[in-house]
């Protein structure tokens, strides 16, 4: 039997039962994991279905075994069962490891009396055999004539089994006898309580397995073979396909554990236009996207669950590697071209508000493979897909969906759960086919504006705002693609910022660390706009400061203002894990939502109120409401900068005085103080002395003459890349021996190869992460500062090396496995790029 055989609701089940923390897979041996054979000495398992139990076994978090009547000794003896599936025989009253049960006298006397009864009881009779076992007595039947067998189980029945301490367990041709608690249930129980799991999956063909399905709940899965009145909730015919279950449990099990082959996370291309961003592979898989919002639940997430989560590939129909991908000059329009192939991919412009319209054109002189498999809500809610004329509608979504796809032939399959289309197109050298997913609409009628039409207005519209920019000449292309990246992460409708594309991509493969990073952080939105007015574009700027006040007129002061909000600038609701999704390169939990959202972080406000003063410097101006919210950011700075925090980085444990939030504290009193004096606005008469309070404090409290450096924070000598900020914001002079020093500190200690490190000390978060390409920039910075020319070149050449073939960065870089993590595209690391490829032009 095929995987495509099994009952579509197994199948469904199966996927499901995959995706458990901790798994427990048991069967039975006779008629489950070996045919039912005339001589039972002759009864060898599967070797397909061995195979995979093994193969099962060496999988994390996941526990094989089989539970069968027949003694331990002569389990282990005929299944030649691999040492990983544990064995428990009798019943459950025979284990291979620990737990062993050990008859004391009574039951020693008991089996005995039992073995004597029986000798006599089956002496004549024709065909009958007993099994002893250590803690009980088979009578098999098969073998005998119909009435012997009958008159012999009647027996046993009416006599030993009714004795007191006698368990007993009947079978099909079988009755044990046993002077201990023993049935497969019982056993099912001791295993799970054992390895702590989260759900079974339980297979057998015989009555005594009856008893494991009763003990089967919640998410636990019972699988009854051959025919016959049963507890368990699904069926197969043999036990050939006992094997089938199993290979489709494997595969369905390992891709969830360690994901499929993950595409290096430096080389996915974003898409966006302005409202929305999705990412496509190096060949073409459209493996992330999100809909209505970006910070939305996922349609395809293929990059966190594999094709399995939601995916829309197209390739050749002979399949082979591509030969490059490319950005068109200046645009977010994306090209990904085999010998006889292009796929050109952008996100329309011209679409009405709470509409995501993506674009594929598919041209060449070769046939090509198109498959479309959405899984809205992160493939948590059943989808079927309705083929017509136009197209493609996709059935059992709260958000409308649709494929315009005018003439292509579509196959549609099932999972069980999910359907998946697929088709051959046949495209010419001039009649390109134009595949349109068009979310947040129910229309498959013709688009009135001319597909070549759209891409050139979505791609002046890019090219056009790129040209207005200043651009530096220090690696003005990558430059270039940074400012694209960055105003790609841009959402207009609401004017907030999202800090990356993504969420979860691990800062340590098959790590804990993979955070959501979709929303707009205060800082992050702050330090981006900030980045976009250096190179000559204020309407970003003007957006989120827009944005800000929204944010700041549903609170009493800035005071209450949270870390973080999302996209429409509404607080985030808790953070929740997608247990279902394996994570990228098995690297798991997926999480949905930030904890630091709870955080008290009182750095934000000194980047808000930094981008405030460079605004109002380019433009010339200072607004009364941009004026009124830096008056009321100095105010809570007033209140509360001697308080600890959460600081930056956002620990996820107490908090602590940490010198780069104090240093922010002191950048809004002085940014406010700058702003007062170049614009003539009256200002609290108390903030030159508090300027001058904050930096005692700081330079008092920050120094460490243990360390010979500013540390982290004031109780600690742990080092941290944020305390460089001490000079790079102007707090102390960078001629200053002792921002010196620590700049050479921070080096000695964070810096490995081509990247820097937050920091050292132990965050109270499992494993470890990468180098933060956003702390190289600073390093850069601060070597320019230090008058260190070489070594800020020399690092920004590594900087740059590590972008991807189309010029993203993710956050993070791990320079011993050479490799990139974290979430992708990474505002800070463009962000921090830019401002480097400036001050090394200067």
């Known amino acids: 039997m095929t995987a495509e055989a099994l009952p579509a609701e197994l199948r469904r089940a199966l996927v499901q039962l995959a995706r458990t923390p901790r798994l427990l897979v048991a069967c ?49 003896a005929l299944s030649r069962l691999p040492a990983e599936v544990h064995l428990v025989g009798s019943h459950g009253s025979e284990f291979d490891v620990g737990f062993v049960h050990a008859l004391d006298a009574e039951a020693k006397d008991l089996r005995r009396r039992l073995e004597s ?63 201990v608690q023993t049935d497969k249930g019982h056993a099912l129980d001791v295993l799970r309580h054992q390895v702590g799991a989260t759900a079974a999956v339980f297979l057998g063909d015989d009555v005594t397995d009856e008893k494991a399905f009763a003990r089967l709940t919640g998410p636990d899965l019972g699988i009854h073979v051959g025919a016959g009145e049963t507890l368990a909730g699904h069926r197969i015919d043999s036990a050939s396909d006992v094997a089938t279950v ?11 554990l360690y994901g499929e082959q993950a595409t290096p996370i430096e080389r996915l291309t974003m898409l966006a236009n302005e409202r929305s961003v999705a990412l496509v592979t190096p060949d073409a898989r459209v493996s992330w996207l999100c809909h209505p919002e970006p910070d939305s639940a996922a349609i395809f997430a293929d990059l966190l669950g594999g094709p399995s989560a939601g995916v829309f590939s197209i390739k050749p ?182 800090a ?16 959501d990073y979709r929303y707009c952080w205060l800082r992050d939105g702050a330090l981006t706009a900030q980045s976009l007015v250096s190179l000559g574009s204020t309407a970003e700027a003007e957006a989120f400061l827009s944005w800000m006040h929204g944010v700041l007129s549903t609170l009493p002061g800035p005071e209450r203002l949270h870390p973080l909000y999302t996209l429409r600038g509404t607080p985030l609701g808790p953070e929740a894990v997608i247990d279902t999704l394996p994570g990228y390169a098995g690297s798991r939990p997926v999480r949905v939502g930030n904890l630091a959202n709870q955080q008290v972080q009182l750095d934000v406000f000194g980047p808000v109120v930094d981008l405030v003063a460079q605004l109002a410097k380019t433009r010339g101006t200072l607004t009364d409401a941009d004026w009124a919210m830096v008056n009321a950011m100095a105010e809570a700075v007033a209140r509360r900068w001697h308080e600890p925090d959460h600081g930056i980085w956002e620990e996820r444990h107490a908090p602590r005085h940490n010198v780069y939030s104090k240093v922010m504290c002191w950048v809004t009193i002085d ?37 010979g450096a500013f540390t982290t924070a004031y109780d600690g000598t742990d080092l941290d890349a944020a305390a460089l900020h001490i000079g790079l914001a102007g707090l102390i002079d960078p001629a200053d021996e002792r921002f010196q020093a ?50 800020a070149e020399e690092l920004f050449a590594q ?44």
């Open 28 to 76: 039975d041996y006779d008629g489950t994991l070996a045919p039912i054979v005339e001589d039972p000495e002759k009864a060898r398992p599967s070797p397909e279905s061995v195979g995979a139990l093994r193969s099962l076994a060496g999988l994390h978090e996941t526990t094989t075994a089989v539970i069968s009547g027949r003694a331990l000794r002569d389990l282990a």
């Open 500 to 515: 990356a594309a993504t969420t979860s991509l691990p800062e340590e493969l098959g790590g804990v660390r993979n955070w």
């Open 799 to 842: 900087l740059v090396d590590c972008a991807g073939p189309t010029g993203l960065l993710p956050e993070e870089y791990d320079p011993i496995a050479e490799r990139s993590l974290g979430n992708h595209p990474q505002a800070y690391s463009h962000l921090g790029l830019v401002r480097c490829a400036q001050l090394l032009s200067g």
């Open 742 to 791: 620590t700049v050479t500190a921070i080096e000695a200690e964070l810096r490995s190869g081509s990247t820097v490190y937050r920091y050292r000390r132990d965050d109270g978060l499992p494993g470890g992460e990468g180098g933060f390409h956003l702390c190289a920039a600073w390093m850069i910075e601060a070597y320019l500062l230090t008058g260190r020319r070489t070594e």
């Open 117 to 179: 009864t029986l000798d006599t009881l089956v002496a004549d009779a024709e065909g009958v055999h007993l099994e002893v076992k250590p803690a009980s007595i088979a009578v098999h039947v098969r073998r005998a004539p119909s009435d012997v067998a009958e008159r012999v189980l009647n027996a046993v029945r009416t006599g030993p089994a009714v004795w007191d301490g006698v368990q007993v367990t009947e079978g099909k041709a079988v009755i044990e006898l046993a002077v």
């Open 671 to 707: 940014r406010a103080l700058r702003l007062a004096e170049t614009f003539g606005r009256e200002h609290d008469p108390s903030w030159p002395a508090l300027r001058d309070t904050i930096a005692s404090d700081v330079l008092t409290n920050g120094w460490n003459e243990e360390v």
């Open 246 to 256: 199993l290979a489709v449990l494997l595969e369905e099990r390992r891709t969830w």
């Open 317 to 498: 129909e002979r399949n082979g590697l591509p030969l490059g991908q490319r950005y068109l000059p200046g645009t977010m329009t994306v090209e990904t071209r085999w010998s006889r192939l292009l796929v050109t991919d952008y996100l329309d412009h011209g679409t009405a508000p709470h509409r995501t319209d993506l674009m594929r054109v598919v041209s060449g002189s070769t046939t090509a493979k198109v498959e479309f498999a959405p899984r809205p809500e992160f493939g948590q809610v059943p989808v079927r897909l309705v083929v017509e004329d136009a197209g493609l509608r996709v059935v059992g979504t709260s958000e409308p969906i649709v494929l315009r796809a005018p003439g292509v032939r579509w196959r549609i399959t099932s999972d069980g759960m999910h359907e998946t289309a697929t088709a051959v197109l046949e495209p010419g050298p001039d009649t390109p086919i134009v595949l349109e997913l068009r979310c947040g609409s129910d229309d498959l009628s013709a688009n009135p504006v001319p597909e070549p039409e759209r891409r050139l207005r979505s791609g002046t519209y890019w090219s056009g705002w790129l040209g207005e920019l200043t651009l530096p000449m220090v690696e003005r292309d990558l430059v270039a693609r940074s400012a694209l990246t960055l105003r790609g992460l841009c959402h207009s409708e609401s004017g907030s910022i999202m």
